[in-house]
C-alpha cells in the first residue's frame, strides 16, 4: 500500500514526495526484541517470517483510577496508526529514534491529551505531528479497544482491510523509563480478523500512568509506539 500511495504521489505531484523512498530492493527490517533487556527478552516469542507492516502509533493510553488501591488501572487506548513499513525498510537506523521523535512532536500540542474518540477527524493532534515530521508517514488505520476491552487494530487503508481483534499474550519491561510495555498480542480468534493475524508492541516511549491517584477519575497519557503485524 505504500509503495502504491508513493507512486502516485509520484505521478501527480512535483512536489516533495513525502515518505516516498527512491527505488530499491529493501527487505523488512527485523523486530529489534534484541534491545529488551536480556533478563526480559525471553518474555516475548520471536516471531516467524517478516513483518507485513510496521505501524507507528500515536495516541493515548487511558488509565482509571481505583479508589479503594489509589492506583491507575489500564482502560485501553486510542492512536492513530501510521504506515512506516516502508520508510524503516529503508532507514532501519531509525527504528530506535522514531517513537519518541512523534511523541515529542505530538506532545507539543494542548490537544494531544484528549484526542477525538473519532479517530478519522483530519486536523486531529495524531495528524498534526505526523505532518510536522520530516517525512510524513501514510495513514494506516486505527487502535482502539472495543467497549468490551478487545485491543483491536483496523488497518483499513491497506489492501483487503487488515483487521485484528487481539488479546494480549505476553509483555516485557520496555527499555528506558517511562516507557509502556512492549507487548505480543495474537488473533482472539475472531472470524472477522484477516490478512495479519499477530502484533507486537515494541519500541514503546510514553503512556505510562503516575504512581498514585484518589477519587475515582481517568486520565489520557500520550504515547507513541511501534505495531509490527505478522
Ligand atoms: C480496585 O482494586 C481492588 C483491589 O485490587 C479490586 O478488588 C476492585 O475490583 C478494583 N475496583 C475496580 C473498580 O476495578
Ligand atoms: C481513551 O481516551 C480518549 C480521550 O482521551 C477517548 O477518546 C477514547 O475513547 C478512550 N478510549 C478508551 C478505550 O477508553
Ligand atoms: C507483565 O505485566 C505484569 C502486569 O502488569 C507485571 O506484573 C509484570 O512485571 C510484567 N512483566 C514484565 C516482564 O514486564
Ligand atoms: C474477539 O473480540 C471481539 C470484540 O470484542 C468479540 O466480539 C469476540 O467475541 C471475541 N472472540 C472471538 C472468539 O471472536
Redesign the pocket.
Known sequence: MAAYLCSLLAVSSLLSTGNCMPRRSVSAPALPLNKLAST?AT?LPAPTGSPQFIALGLGVQNYTCNSTTNTYAAAGALAQLFDATAYLSYRPDRIDSLSQEYLDRYTSFPCSQSPSSDIKIADRCEGLANSRIARPLPVLGEHYFTKTGTPSFDLSKAAHDPFLYSAKKA???APGTGNV?WLYLASNGSSLNQVVSSVYRVETAGGVQPKSCSGSGSISVPYAAQYWFY
Open positions: 526480559v518474555a509483555n516485557a519491561t510495555d
